[in-house]
């Protein structure tokens, strides 16, 4: 299968200490992958080298069927491409309803010059109703942002990224502070959604990183130390070490 994401050989260096060490990762088209490492492992920088807010001091970042650097493109130019990251916090806008969020998504989608010229047609108000029920919100379109609850607000913003189309969707600790029934429905959520594009979960929860049930690779110092299931790599020594800080 060929990739969608290619990231080889990647160095990063910050003020002379090697954040990203000769780092390898790749991921295919529909996939769901979880990023587990102590912290300083380097994931959040390997999440910024994708979507080109940090660059690589070398190294490779290969995007799509035709093999597109990404190191030539700019930050708006990747998010064009189809990366879409997802921060810890929900930046939704409190005061505007689920649908009028999502609309502002799919106009920002269109490009900045839809700020200007562009007004909805019935069939946008068709995607927001879809991007809303994908996310589980179908029943909240109406509802102010700012009265949902945490686990709600995180699904919006995902169905505001899902506004993009994304082909790769980084998404960074999704079940922090999250109540267990909303774990759950985001478990599901990622889940359907790595069906149809490749989905890269950076998450401290082990816990949730199981009900993923999807291949982890683990970060160390900059580089992959182990890949595989949970169970494969949690058996590795070297792992082990590193969790217990030895
Ligand atoms: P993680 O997300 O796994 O906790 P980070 O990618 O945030 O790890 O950080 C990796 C290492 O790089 C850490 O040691 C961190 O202190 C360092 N680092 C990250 N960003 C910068 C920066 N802008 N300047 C200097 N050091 C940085």
């Not at 979880?34 to 970042?61: L, S, Y």
């Not at 879409?84 to 939704?92: E, L, M």
């Not at 995607?127 to 919006?156: F, I, M, N, P, Y």
């Not at 950076?202 to 949970?230: I, P, Q």
């Amino acid at each position: 299968m060929s990739q969608l994401l290619e990231v080889s050989g990647v160095s990063v260096t910050f003020d002379g200490f090697r954040a990203i060490n000769n780092l390898s990762f790749s991921i295919g088209p529909a996939e769901l992958r979880a990023i587990i490492g102590p912290n300083g492992a380097g994931k959040t920088t390997f999440m910024d080298i994708v979507t080109g807010k940090t660059r690589p001091d070398e190294g490779r970042v290969l995007w799509g069927e035709r093999s597109q650097s990404l190191l030539s493109m700019s930050e708006a130019q990747i998010a064009r491409a189809g990366v879409g990251r997802k921060f810890q916090r929900p930046t939704v806008f409190e005061d505007q309803t689920v649908a009028d969020n999502l609309m502002m998504a799919l106009k920002a989608a269109r490009g900045p010059l839809a700020v200007l010229f562009w007004s909805p047609k019935p069939a946008d108000h068709s995607r927001v109703a879809e991007l809303a029920a994908e996310v589980g919100l179908g029943d909240a379109l109406a509802r102010k942002s700012g009265e949902l609850s945490h686990g709600q607000k995180q699904w919006l913003e995902i169905g505001m990224l899902l506004a993009q189309e994304p082909q790769l969707l980084l998404v960074d600790e999704p079940a922090a502070g999250m109540t267990l029934a909303e774990r759950e429905h985001t478990t599901r959520l990622l889940v359907e959604l790595a069906k149809t594009r490749a989905v890269v979960v950076v998450e401290h929860d082990m816990e949730f990183v199981r009900r993923l049930n999807c291949k982890v690779t683990v970060l160390h110092e900059g580089s992959v130390l182990a890949e595989g299931s949970l169970d494969h790599v949690t058996r590795n020594p070297q792992v082990i070490d590193v969790y217990l800080g030895r």
